[in-house]
């Protein structure tokens, strides 16, 4: 049973324009969430985190969103640039303190330059 | 920083043997680190999670005695895949959690094939 999806397997997107990678949960009891970053033969590297309190949170290039009502949360990188081409990775956690991250199964994004 | 080694970072071995993955926290104590593993295209299942002297606790349906967990310090966890198989063939990734919030480090993998 995969509590956490990223239904889009793959995303290309354009340098400088905004990617938006997209996740959704069915576990009402996750109430803390993160966005990693994945290069291959490599792991994955945190990104940014979004508590249920929350919204929105916003550092840099980064933005994530999270909608509690339709158990959905966003990961918007604005401008894109090559660089961000990897698997981008949601997680979920029940509690902020909770040691236990449930993953999904991935984005591969590539930007075209 | 917070940086987390894994050794080695791939290996090769014969139906049968063991194989021993090490993970290190390089510059963090980690009272608790986590391996995963992870099939081509597929997410990160999470095997089990180590805490510094005691017992690792296995996620439903990882067999404990197949993959050996210690945890001998605050700063180094092993994985053993005892008798390997080629379906234990897999990239492998240790993590491990500074302080008490969710985020996790995570090492570079290990990429074991079984032959």
């Known amino acids: 049973d995969q509590q956490v999806k990223q239904n889009s397997p793959s995303l290309s997107v354009q340098e400088g324009r905004i990617s938006i990678l997209n996740c959704d949960y069915t576990?009402?009891?996750?109430?803390?969430f993160l966005w990693y970053k994945k290069y291959p033969a490599e792991g994955p590297t945190f990104l940014i985190s979004?508590?249920?309190?929350?919204d929105k949170n916003e550092d840099g290039r980064f933005t994530v969103f999270l909608n509690k009502s339709a158990k959905h949360l966003s990961l918007h990188i604005v401008p894109s640039q090559p660089g961000d081409s990897a698997v981008y990775f949601c997680?979920?956690?029940?509690?902020?303190?909770?040691?236990?991250?449930?993953f999904g199964t991935g984005t591969r994004l590539t930007i075209i330059p | 920083g917070a940086v987390v080694s894994q050794h080695p970072s791939w290996v090769i071995c014969k139906s049968g043997t063991s194989v021993k993955i090490e993970c290190r926290s390089l510059?963090?104590?980690?009272?608790?680190m986590f391996w995963y593993r992870q099939f081509p295209k597929q997410s990160l299942m999470l095997m089990a999670t180590?805490?510094?002297?005691?017992?690792?606790?296995?996620e439903q349906g990882v067999e404990k005695d197949k993959f050996l967990i210690n945890h001998a310090s605050l700063t180094l966890s092993t994985l053993t895949v005892t008798s390997a198989h080629p379906e234990d063939s897999s990239f492998y990734i240790c993590?491990?959690?500074?302080?008490?919030?969710?985020?996790?480090?995570f090492g570079p993998g290990t990429r074991l094939t079984v032959l």
């Open positions: 993590s491990a959690r500074k302080g008490i919030y969710n985020e996790q480090f």
């Open positions: 576990n009402s009891m996750f109430d803390y």
């Open positions: 979004i508590s249920s309190i929350k």
């Open positions: 997680a979920a956690a029940m509690g902020v303190g909770n040691e236990k991250l449930t």
């Open positions: 510059d963090f104590q980690a009272t608790t």
């Open positions: 180590s805490n510094e002297g005691s017992k690792a606790t296995y």
